[in-house]
């Protein structure tokens, strides 16, 4: 598999906000702009960003299974992760997250057969004051109910999103980019 341009591009782009001797502190801006082009972090880019930050395979798989928002495999086009932390599930979070799974009829780890949602359960979304939460690719929901949820899949279903509580900073301007 041969790296796109653009993701080169974007490599460039990262990288010249750090000294040379400290490129590998691109490490995790790196993969966000792999996994947003390539749709997850194949282990051709693996080797990629291997290469050029000058790291070893181990300092890039180790950032890639720590972190929950990195993905070493495909998913379908709307990965819903869900948070499991005591504040989400103080406030119905588990009866939300069974309820997603009832409508698409899968479970964590999984797939729907059209290929366009998987379920993934993380520990803590960082929005613990305005739970029950969810994260859709990089867009964040708060305060879950139900009816949100409905509304939500419905519109991802019919090609018409419904916008994002807020924007994820983290993920949403690691080039630099206007979000």
Not at 14 to 43: A, C, H, K, M, N
Not at 124 to 135: A, D, K, Q, R, V
Request: proline share 6%.
């Amino acid at each position: 598999m041969a790296i796109p341009e653009t993701l080169k591009k974007k490599a460039e782009e990262i990288l010249f906000r750090y000294p040379e001797d400290r490129r590998r502190s691109g490490l995790i801006p790196l993969l966000f702009e792999v996994q947003r082009e390539l749709g997850w972090i194949t282990p051709e880019a693996e080797s990629w960003v291997v290469e050029t930050l000058g790291v070893t395979d181990v300092n890039v798989r180790e950032v890639i299974t720590f972190y929950s928002m990195m993905r070493a495999e495909p998913s379908g086009k709307y990965l819903i992760q869900f948070c499991q932390n005591i504040s989400c599930c103080l406030t119905g979070g588990e009866e939300i997250q069974k309820h997603v799974e009832h409508k698409l009829g899968i479970h964590p780890g999984e797939t729907t057969k059209d290929g366009l949602f998987t379920l993934k359960c993380v520990e803590c979304l960082g929005g613990c004051s305005w739970g029950p939460m969810m994260l859709i690719n990089e867009d964040q929901y708060f305060q879950l109910t139900v009816e949100k949820l409905d509304r939500i899949i419905h519109g991802l279903k019919a090609g018409e999103p419904v916008p994002a509580d807020n924007p994820t900073p983290l993920l949403g301007n690691v080039a630099g980019e206007k979000v």
